[in-house]
């Protein structure tokens, strides 16, 4: 069965960093685009950056270009997300997910928590604060 775990969250100051992992298990990662997204308090889920199989490929929402980095090794099935200069605003629980045949772009601005034939991690809470 494919599964996603997240890890890496928890709480930093304002202009910290965090690293999170995504471990998927259950499938091959280098058949899927996969996505970062987050859910603050009351927002629906958004799509914060998405990488093709390969990692040829990614996407980022506006509100974190320049400031997180997706990247990804299949050889240990993981998926990345680096987040620089973290701001109180970043504060959410962060979701991997993937969606069979969908392509970068797609996954990140299409997907919402509802969407069908779409696989979940857990979460991962972070939390910017001084």
């Known amino acids: 069965q494919l599964q996603f775990v997240e890890s890496g969250g928890g709480l930093v100051q304002p202009g910290g960093s965090l690293r999170l992992s995504c471990v998927a298990s259950?499938?091959?990662?280098?058949?899927?685009?996969v996505g970062w997204f987050r859910q603050a308090p009351g927002k629906e889920r958004e799509g914060v950056a998405c990488?093709?199989?390969?990692?040829?490929?990614?996407y980022y929402a506006d509100s974190v270009k320049g400031q997180f980095t997706i990247s990804r090794d299949n050889t240990k099935n993981t998926v990345y997300l680096q987040m620089n200069s973290l701001k109180p605003e970043d504060t959410a629980v962060y979701y991997c997910?993937?969606?069979?045949?969908?392509?970068?772009?797609?996954?990140?601005?299409?997907?919402?928590?509802?969407?069908?034939?779409?696989?979940w991690g857990q979460g991962t809470q972070v939390t910017v604060s001084s």
């Open positions: 990488i093709s199989p390969f990692g040829s490929s990614t």
């Open positions: 997910a993937t969606r069979a045949f969908a392509a970068v772009r797609d996954l990140c601005i299409n997907t919402r928590s509802s969407t069908a034939n779409t696989y």
């Open positions: 259950g499938f091959t990662l280098d058949r899927y685009t």
